[in-house]
Nanobody
Framework: QIQLVESGGGLVQAGGSLRLSCAASGRSFRSYTIAWFRQAPGKERELVAA????????YYADSVKGRFTISRDNAKNTTYLQMNSLKPEDTAAYYC?????????????????WGQGTQVTVSS
């Protein structure tokens, strides 16, 4: 079983940047697709970005394309989400999640493990 811990959230002004980290423990990190979801109050959890086990495939939601970059370092069992040009609408709790395979990325129920979340607040 894989365990995930997020870090790097905080308060930032619009136009600023943050880098979130998702550290994994347990076995077989390299076999998992890792995704970042976010959830704002009163809204459903939405997929932000995902990266395949090898890093060769990535996915981004339209709302973050060109601003966010997902990457992973399998030697460090860590996945990153670099967030640039942040907007107030990016304010949410951000969660990383792990699943096997690449399909059904946007379905939270398909993920095997979740972190506890880290809050990102973007002020205008």
């Amino acid at each position: 079983q894989i365990q995930l811990v997020e870090s790097g959230g905080g308060l930032v002004q619009a136009g600023g940047s943050l880098r979130l980290s998702c550290a994994a423990s347990g076995r077989s990190f390299r076999s998992y697709t890792i995704a970042w979801f976010r959830q704002a109050p009163g809204k459903e959890r939405e997929l932000v970005a995902a990266i395949s086990w090898s890093g060769s495939s990535t996915y981004y939601a339209d709302s973050v394309k060109g601003r966010f970059t997902i990457s992973r370092d399998n030697a460090k069992n860590t996945t990153y989400l670099q967030m640039n040009s942040l907007k107030p609408e990016d304010t949410a709790a951000y969660y990383c999640a792990a699943k096997t395979g690449w399909g059904m990325l946007s379905a939270p129920g398909r993920y095997d493990a979740w972190g506890q979340g880290t809050q990102v607040t973007v002020s205008s």
